[in-house]
């Protein structure tokens, strides 16, 4: 079955390192999003992408970029990590469509703590 | 810009009672809206959405939900709760021409009481 991942699902890191956390999709789904959620603001977008070399910045992106080179992959880097950043991180997919009507499909989450 | 409220942070509900959790949003054109589910160290799983045509919307696992126009709501709906159902429960707004960037509400926690 088609699914969605996120590796790892735990990462506990220290202010100022440089963090990748993982998405893969076989879904072969061309939009791929990036969420974090927190206490008290639901889902805020990070970053997304609609197709292989495209990114775009959501409402949240400072801090953080992500590179897509295949149609899978939607790897999230944070250069320097701030406890700020702490945080539960989602990846999301959907097909692409004129309806804009598509559903999104998420993986399981990271959860990020940075000390 | 597109925004989504739920207004109650938690409902609290008792085993078999109806189980309503409410949603309502601010966009311009017209909305695609979406309702989604996340069950504890777990991510969001679709439970429905609204696109156009019949105002009642039928779902997952017995869930429904109603859009009315007039109100700007969309809120979501279970006749009988399980315990099953206590999970987060997240509302969500999409217009067209804002692409296919999705606007969460901040969460409404149910907890079904047996």
């Known amino acids: 079955d088609a699914e969605i991942t996120q590796s790892p699902r735990h990462k506990i890191t220290e202010t100022g390192r440089q963090v990748t956390l993982a998405c893969h999709q076989t879904?072969?789904?061309?939009?791929m999003f990036w969420y974090r959620q927190d206490l008290g603001h639901g889902l805020r977008l990070i970053h997304y992408?609609?197709?292989?070399?495209?990114?775009n910045k959501g409402e949240v992106s400072d801090g953080y970029s992500v590179s897509r080179s295949n149609t899978e992959d939607l790897p999230l880097t944070l250069e320097s990590a701030a406890s700020s950043q702490t945080s539960v991180y989602f990846c999301?997919?959907?097909?692409?469509?004129?309806?804009?009507?598509?559903?999104?499909?998420f993986g399981p989450g990271t959860r990020l703590l940075v000390l | 810009a597109q925004s989504v409220a739920q207004p109650e942070d938690q409902v609290n509900v008792a085993e078999g009672n109806p189980l309503t959790v409410k949603c309502t949003y601010s966009?311009?054109?017209?909305?695609?809206l979406f309702w989604y589910v996340q069950y504890p160290n777990r991510g969001l799983q679709f439970l429905l959405k609204?696109?156009?045509?019949?105002?009642l919307v039928k779902g997952s696992y017995g869930f429904e939900a109603e859009f009315n126009k007039s109100q700007t709501s969309f809120h979501l709906k279970k006749p009988s709760a399980l315990v099953s159902d206590s999970a987060l429960y997240f509302c969500?707004?999409?217009?067209?021409?804002?692409?296919?960037?999705?606007?969460f509400g901040g969460g409404t926690r149910v907890l079904v009481k047996p």
């Open positions: 999301a997919s959907s097909e692409s469509g004129a309806s804009g009507a598509e559903t999104q499909y």
């Open positions: 969500a707004v999409r217009v067209k021409a804002a692409g296919n960037k999705l606007t």
């Open positions: 609204y696109i156009t045509g019949d105002n």
């Open positions: 966009v311009s054109g017209n909305p695609y």
């Open positions: 879904w072969n789904h061309n939009n």
């Open positions: 992408s609609y197709g292989v070399q495209d990114t």
